[in-house]
């Protein structure tokens, strides 16, 4: 089979959205194109395109994956809807969000940023990549919901760091007696990494609730997203019998 009845590499992977039985309709193409552009960092993050490629030559992702800032920002500013699904399979997640790229862009871009915004379009539109590339952050989550903590002591073992390769010795330590050295009592457990108060909490549900990073949870793990709720429910519960109590204090 020739190259050209094949498809181009794009073609091949999303397919040709202008064919009647397109794995993607150029529908949903646009329409995640659309989500990109109208969120109002769009036009701060990308002004224009030189294809000097400086970005791509300080970026560190570009050093070690098959990703390039130039390209990401190149499919942007030319509208190429299929290459910026491409892009979303894969590539976008390679980015470290350093911001060097904003840094030394002539034309004031940040690759960067624009990178974050097809992330959380991805994850909106519920791609694959999104929910391959969060999965592992669901204890992250979990802890965060639960503690108030991103990462606590007892999550640094062997079994959730097996990237570290051997320096992973250096945190098998006894971390609970370590612990119990430092002279805060609040820093005296390897469950937390410091005491978050229970307003603080359910203050930060409040937020995560009004910025719809709840639902976009939902949309992403649905059963992490029940897990979770099923917590804030009884932190939510137990703030208001903070307060009932705190009224008959007073009352007394
Ligand atoms: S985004 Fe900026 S640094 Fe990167 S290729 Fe375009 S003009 Fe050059
Ligand atoms: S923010 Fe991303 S694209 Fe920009 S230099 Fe850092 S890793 Fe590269």
Not at 20 to 29: F, G, H, I, W, Y
């Amino acid at each position: 089979m020739s190259h050209a009845a094949e498809g181009t590499r794009v073609q091949k992977h999303i397919g040709d959205p202008v064919r009647d039985n397109a794995p993607v309709a150029r529908t949903k193409l646009e329409e995640i194109f659309a989500d990109i552009q109208s969120d109002l960092r769009f036009d701060h993050e990308l002004n224009g395109c030189l294809n000097c490629g400086i970005c791509t030559a300080t970026c560190p992702a570009a050093h070690y994956y098959d990703f390039s800032p130039r390209e990401i920002v190149q499919l942007l500013w030319t509208e190429n809807l299929e290459g910026i699904y491409d892009a979303m399979q894969e590539k976008i997640w390679a980015c470290a969000q350093c911001y060097t790229c904003a840094a030394r862009c002539p034309f004031g871009n940040s690759p960067g940023g624009l990178v974050m915004l097809m992330r959380e379009t991805a994850i909106k539109h519920q791609m694959k990549s999104a929910k391959d590339v969060l999965r592992p952050f669901s204890r992250v989550m979990l802890k965060l919901i639960s503690t108030g903590n991103q990462l606590s002591p007892d999550m640094i073992n062997k079994d959730h760091f097996a990237d570290w390769g051997p320096n992973i010795s250096k945190v098998d330590a006894p971390l609970k007696l370590l612990r119990k050295a430092i002279p805060m009592p609040t820093l005296n457990t390897t469950a937390t990494a410091w005491e978050v108060n229970l307003k603080t909490s359910v203050e930060l549900y409040t937020i995560w609730e009004m910025t719809g990073v709840l639902k976009q949870l939902e949309g992403i793990d649905e059963n992490l997203y029940d897990v979770i709720s099923d917590i804030m429910d009884e932190k939510r519960e137990d703030w208001k019998d903070f307060l009932a109590d705190q009224e008959e204090d007073k009352d007394e």
